[in-house]
């Protein structure tokens, strides 16, 4: 299992929040609680083939895992973003498992941390 700093960087998130930790804490939270939700949408919609939706799901995703200075979970978002915006929808479903096997993994580090957890 990848360690907490090899997936994301704490301490770049932290100083990209003006350095509140107590602010990283509820950002974190508030992710961990409403990764589900992003995750169903994303998935929703690859489902319905609605690349409007899918462009919009990944941009949220996206900005949320930059957030956390999460690179690979954000370059995964970019691309299912441009590849919705292009229209093509050749390779969204493998791109939308793979963006929310990273959300999940994102999830799973900031809970384990307990998203205060030391740096």
Known sequence: MLSVNALYHRAEAIERLGGDEALYVSVASLFI?????YC????????????AALRREAHTVKSMLATFSYEAGRLL?????????????????ALTDELV???KRLVAA??????SGAT
């Open 33 to 37: 609680e409403s990764s589900a939700g």
């Open 40 to 51: 169903a949408a994303l998935e929703a919609a690859v489902r319905a083939a609605d690349m």
């Open 77 to 93: 978002a970019l691309r299912l973003e441009e590849l919705a915006a292009s229209g093509n929808f050749d390779g969204a479903q």
């Open 101 to 103: 096997a990273a959300v």
């Open 110 to 115: 900031l809970a384990t941390e307990g998203a």
